[in-house]
């Protein structure tokens, strides 16, 4: 285990910082929420209002500061770390770690009120606040409050800790508040909302909100605000680029963007102006008497940063940076972005300093640090094994910097199981399951810290599915692996991360068994053969007949044509078939309900021959467990014939994805 290292650089730095940051401008000029003089060469201390804070929570970022402690959560490997830095000594404290297979469940909605930092996710389908002390004196408490309405749809605007939601349900939206004292939800009422609007800000008493329209052929965005003590509604700007939509209240003015020019109009709507032309903005936000602009640079495919005090030519460059994820200001007039991998199991926050104008990682590399709790995670996007393949199940550990003597204990469906545990922490345990379905887990760690006898403990699911086929091949088969179980197999098709293997047979050309391979891992198998028994369908009757998955609802049965090597249309009744007669209508129809008997085979094998049209029969179940990389399994047979090569052909498609 490690301990906390600080570097002498960043200890100048927060030095330095800490020389200015603590005057706070109690009487700066200009005016509106976000007053200050706009000075880009002063750094100051100034508290990001709510209407900031809104703007930020469009892009569900995760990071606060007040005069002596920055917050922020970076994703490492799939799992996110929430961070607290001491302004004043420099320390870094991991303050919570959560799984983030499903990119959902991530911090977000985050502000500092009261001596604590709050902070909302996702568990499940619950909707969560959690806080901790900005001094980290106590432990966090994890689920402070709970939204308990099916309703939830974004938060965005707060007033003290008051927040203001957008909700839906039953095809209806609604705007409420959920106040974090009490955990009391109200609606709020606007007799001219009529559920059309979507609220992005909250400033005095005013709530405004927008809705998208079509004019000219083109989708923009129509901005009114709302009294939230009277409920009327006034119309502020009548047309904006729809990602403008939040627009930047500043100065007593709502500043927006329309096709490539900067505007701004007063809060009742009038004395329009435009500030900036030849800008193609795509965020905006404000500050302390600032705008801060993301807009696009199309020569070099990034993106220019600039801040814009109202009345200026021109706009001040910060910097240039690559498409990032968030926009947020800290209370000096920082611009936080991040970087992610494009996979987002990986994300880390960079600050665009507004006095220098250099990005630093606030997070630095090889930095490490203290760790406020011990933690322990099983992560939902490996929770899946397979019927008689061995499954190795970890739970990652993140215990104290001096812990040792450190024992895994596994519990399997009821079994106990000794496990072991690396310099990695890992803690890990092998088990086959011989059923499907969702098994219920646990594991304990027990160790020593400080002296002290700990424990800590966690409980999850995984899944039990089925293998592709009899081989063993399933989602998780590496392309080495499933080159050694077929010596034979080539690759057909193969470009960025998606390939193709085929198996062929040197004797039978229609014969080949398929795998196609998709960032990573085997989405679907097929395998097509002639159908050259006397009854082919004996085949299908036997698919469906014969289903392995208790949890899959009624057969889906189907008519389809086939052309060009694919379906092209596909018939829930014979009734658009052309040619069909009377009687082919009734004997297809029987076999759609499943009515036919053997001695209808003969007639349906001959109907489908003359009207060139296939049988389909598939069954689809969803995966009861989140997180993981696929959230269905889809088993579907196709039958048809081959005018081309004089007989049927019988086709069975398996597939683990995301089809729902």
Not at 124 to 149: A, F, W
Not at 174 to 202: F, H, Q, R, S
Request: glycine share 6%.
């Amino acid at each position: 285990m490690k301990k906390t290292t600080t570097l002498l650089t960043f200890t100048l730095a927060i030095a330095m910082l800490l020389t200015t940051a603590c005057t706070v401008s109690d009487n700066p000029s200009g005016g509106g929420d976000n007053t200050g003089a706009g000075d880009h060469n002063v750094r100051r201390y100034k508290q990001i209002s709510p209407s900031t804070e809104s703007v930020n929570w469009k892009n569900y970022g995760c990071t606060a500061s007040d005069t002596e402690n920055t917050f922020f959560a970076n994703i490492e490997d799939d799992i996110q770390r929430l961070y607290h830095r001491n302004l004043t000594t420099g320390k870094l404290t991991i303050v919570q770690e959560i799984d983030l297979s499903e990119w959902d469940n991530r911090f977000k909605y985050v502000f500092i009120e009261d001596g604590y930092f709050y902070y909302f996710n996702k568990q499940e389908d619950h909707y969560i606040y959690n806080r901790v002390k900005t001094d980290l004196s106590q432990l966090p408490e994890t689920g402070y409050r709970e939204y308990n309405e099916p309703d939830f749809s974004n938060i965005f605007a707060r007033t003290g800790k008051t927040l203001y939601l957008n909700t839906y349900a039953n095809e209806k939206y609604a705007i409420k508040t959920w106040n974090l004292d009490n955990g009391e939800v109200k609606d709020v009422a606007l007799a001219e909302y009529n559920g059309k609007y979507t609220g992005t800000m909250v400033v005095d008493n005013k709530l405004y909100a927008y809705k998208y329209k079509v004019v000219d052929k083109r989708t923009k965005a129509e901005i009114v605000c709302f009294d939230i003590n009277t409920g009327e509604k006034k119309l502020i700007v009548e047309q904006c680029n729809i990602n403008s939509n939040l627009g930047a209240v500043m100065d007593g003015r709502l500043f927006y963007f329309q096709d490539s020019e900067l505007c701004s109009v007063d809060l009742n709507g009038n004395d329009p102006q435009t500030h900036l032309t030849d800008i193609y903005i795509k965020k905006i936000n404000s500050h302390d008497g600032l705008l801060y602009l993301y807009a696009d640079n199309a020569e070099d495919n990034r993106y220019d940063i600039y801040t814009y005090k109202p009345g200026e030519a021109a706009p001040t460059p910060l910097n240039s940076i690559e498409k990032n994820t968030y926009f947020e200001i800290n209370p000096w007039g920082d611009l936080l972005f991040t970087q992610n991998d494009q996979s987002y199991t990986h994300e880390s926050y960079y600050c665009i300093k507004k006095t220098s104008r250099n990005i630093e990682p606030l997070l630095y590399p090889n930095e490490e640090a203290e760790r406020l709790q011990a933690g322990l995670i099983v992560k939902s996007q490996d929770a899946d094994t397979y019927v008689n393949i061995p499954k190795t199940i970890t739970a990652y550990t993140f215990l104290e910097n001096d812990a040792t003597d450190v024992t895994v204990t596994w519990n399997i469906e009821g079994t106990t199981v000794s496990g072991t545990y690396n310099h990695e922490g890992k803690a890990c345990a092998t088990a086959t399951f011989n059923s499907t379905g969702l098994k219920n887990l646990s594991c304990t760690i027990d160790y020593i810290s400080a002296g002290k006898k700990k424990c800590i403990t966690t409980d999850c699911q995984i899944i039990v599915l089925y293998p592709y086929n009899d081989k063993g091949v399933t989602p998780r088969t590496t392309k080495k692996e499933l080159e050694q179980m077929y010596p034979t197999i080539e690759v057909t098709d193969e470009w960025y991360d998606m390939a193709r293997y085929v198996l062929k047979n040197p004797v039978d050309t229609l014969y080949y068994e398929s795998f196609s391979y998709v960032n990573g891992r085997i989405t679907n198998v097929t395998k097509n053969e002639r159908a050259d028994e006397e009854d082919p369908m004996k085949s299908l009757n036997e698919f469906i007949e014969n289903g392995d998955l208790s949890e899959s609802p009624k057969d889906m049965r189907k008519l389809f044509k086939y052309a060009d090597g694919e379906i092209t249309v596909v018939y829930d009744s014979p009734d658009k078939l052309e040619d069909a007669t009377d009687e082919d209508k009734a004997l297809l129809n029987k076999w759609l309900g499943g009515k036919e008997t053997e001695a209808d085979h003969k007639q349906l094998i001959e109907t489908a021959k003359r009207l060139n049209v296939g049988f389909y029969a598939g069954r689809f179940f969803s995966i009861g467990l989140s997180g993981l990389p696929f959230s269905a399994y889809m088993k579907s047979f196709m039958l048809r014939h081959s005018e081309k090569d004089g007989t049927f052909i019988k086709q069975e498609i398996k597939m683990y994805d995301n089809i729902f």
